[in-house]
Each structure stands twice: as C-alpha cells, then as structure tokens.
C-alpha cells in the first residue's frame, strides 16, 4: 500500500479510475477481437472463395453472352453470303441426319438390355437433380479453358 499525503491533488478519483479501466478493457477486446479475425484463416478462405465464385460466375455469363452473339453473327453471316442451292441441299442433308438419328436411336433403345437402360436413367435423373452445379461447373471449367488459351497465345 502506498502512503499519499491527503493534500496531493494529481491522483485521479477512484470514480475516473473505473472509467478509464473499463475504457482500456473495451479497447483491449477490440484488439483482441481483431487480431482474431486476422487468423481465422478458414474465414478468410471462404470469403475469398465466395467472391472468387461470385466474379466468375459474372465472367462465364459475360463470355457466354459474347460467344452467343458471335454466333449468331456468323450464322448470319454464312445465311446470307451462301447461295441458294447450297442452303437447300445443307437443309435436305440435315433432314436425312435428323431422320437417320431418330432410326439409330430406336435401334438403339430396341436393342439395350433393361438392366444399362435403368443405369442409364438413374444418370440422367441424377443429371437433372444437379443441374445447376453441373451447369455452373461447366461454365467454370469453360472459363478456365478460354483463360488458359488466352494466356497461352499472349
């Protein structure tokens, strides 16, 4: 215990003594709080996952949009610069294409045992169950196939 003489005036009530205590106890928590939150690793990670996923998602349905309007352009662009018996005889080949397919396809669904032809539909069923993540998974993959292309002919 320290003796103070009664007159001395520098030391500070007891009351602002609290209130100073309670101050740098809520800063140190601040601190500690802070310091935490820069070594959640596994937080940081996700979040960065998440905004990784978010732009790339934006890219694909950007680069999607750009590959479909090139498309279209250049079907157009053969529409128009064909002549016209070129363009009757392409629709009569498609027709025969689309004719042989649907023959194949009925051999093929006469002809495949029950037992490959379930497997085959729990496959699809599980295909149609995860649409999404396989579009997006698609898309992810396709993005990162015209990145890595792009990189490569820099």
Same mark, same amino acid.
């Given at each position: 215990?320290?003796?103070?003489?009664?007159?001395?005036?520098?030391?500070?009530?007891?009351?602002?003594?609290?209130?100073?205590?309670?101050?740098?106890?809520?800063?140190?928590?601040?601190?500690?709080?802070?310091?935490? =939150?820069?070594?959640?690793?596994? +937080?940081?990670?996700?979040?960065?996952?998440?905004? #990784?996923?978010?732009?790339? /998602?934006?890219? =694909? +349905?950007?680069?999607?949009?750009?590959?479909?309007? @090139?498309?279209?352009?250049?079907?157009? #662009?053969?529409?128009?610069?064909?002549?016209?018996?070129? /363009?009757?005889?392409?629709?009569?080949?498609?027709?025969?294409?689309?004719?042989?397919?649907?023959?194949?396809?009925?051999? =093929?669904?006469?002809? @495949?045992?029950?037992?490959?032809?379930?497997? /085959?539909?729990?496959?699809?069923?599980?295909?149609? =169950?995860?649409?999404?993540? $396989?579009?997006?998974?698609?898309?992810? $993959?396709?993005?990162?196939?015209? /990145?890595?292309?792009?990189?490569?002919?820099?």
């Amino acid at each position: 215990m320290s003796h103070q003489p009664r007159g001395d005036e520098s030391a500070p009530p007891p009351e602002e003594l609290r209130k100073m205590a309670a101050h740098t106890r809520e800063k140190l928590g601040q601190t500690v709080d802070a310091l935490a =939150a820069k070594t959640d690793v596994k +937080a940081q990670t996700m979040e960065k996952a998440a905004d #990784l996923r978010t732009h790339a /998602v934006a890219k =694909a +349905a950007a680069i999607t949009g750009q590959l479909r309007e @090139t498309a279209e352009h250049a079907a157009q #662009l053969a529409k128009d610069k064909s002549p016209d018996p070129v /363009v009757d005889k392409a629709a009569h080949a498609a027709a025969q294409l689309r004719g042989t397919a649907a023959r194949a396809g009925q051999l =093929a669904t006469e002809r @495949t045992p029950d037992l490959v032809a379930d497997k /085959v539909g729990q496959g699809a069923a599980a295909a149609r =169950a995860y649409r999404t993540p $396989l579009l997006l998974g698609a898309a992810a $993959l396709g993005v990162l196939l015209l /990145v890595r292309r792009s990189r490569r002919h820099r």
